[in-house]
């Protein structure tokens, strides 16, 4: 059986991995975002590290890809993420033309809950909650063995849910929204403030 590629596209790192059928690791490579660099920028670097993962690997498609924001099922086309850049872009459509082969995108928060119900420490249970913390913040939720989207598409996303009305600002437009606080990169921010 051929291998298979994932790419877990942050917002601070894409990171490639390929697994074999028993979901062994072969091969894996961490690159930066440069999310300031733009779409275009960001796009060729996936398609540049996927072609390589390719090169590596006895790769068969799917190539799926995982990344903070949902895709719009009537569009393709990503919103919420914090990758400001990516928002409403055809990310699956630029990288299936490029590379030639499919790509399945999904939410990285759903990724990591439906990861763990099958295969990992969550698998004896009907429910799952999985929780991220990186660049921004989210959760997943898996309800037997099936991602639970919920009416808007989102269910578990609570990076935006505001705990301070008046709080710090947000990418987003909005303040005091949860990732504003206790997101990896209001972590940092936080303490470069204390420490200067």
């Not at 690159?31 to 993962?53: C, F």
């Not at 590596?56 to 009537?74: H, L």
């Not at 420490?121 to 309800?143: E, H, N, Q, R």
Request: with cysteine; aromatic share 6%.
């Amino acid at each position: 059986m051929k291998n298979k590629l994932g790419i877990d596209l942050g917002g601070t790192k894409i990171e490639a991995i390929i697994i074999d059928d028993q979901f062994q690791v072969i091969d894996r490579k961490r690159i930066p975002t440069l999310r300031d660099e733009g779409y275009d920028a960001i796009i060729k670097r996936i398609i540049d590290l996927s072609k390589e993962m390719i090169g590596i690997g006895d790769i068969s498609g799917p190539i799926g890809i995982c990344t903070p924001g949902t895709i719009e099922a009537t569009t393709g086309l990503l919103k919420n993420s914090n990758t400001v850049c990516l928002i409403g872009k055809p990310i699956q459509q630029d990288m299936e033309n490029a590379l030639g082969i499919s790509v399945l995108m999904e939410n990285d928060a759903n990724c990591f809950a439906l990861a763990e119900s099958t295969i990992g420490a969550a698998k004896k249970y009907d429910v799952v909650f999985g929780v991220i913390l990186g660049t921004g913040c989210g959760a997943g939720i898996v309800m037997n063995k099936k991602v639970h989207r919920g009416a808007n598409g989102i269910a578990g996303e609570w990076g935006h849910h505001t705990l301070y009305p008046d709080g710090r600002g947000c990418y987003c437009g909005n303040k005091g929204c949860t990732e504003s606080y206790i997101s990896g990169t209001a972590l940092e921010s936080e303490w470069k403030e204390l420490t200067g």
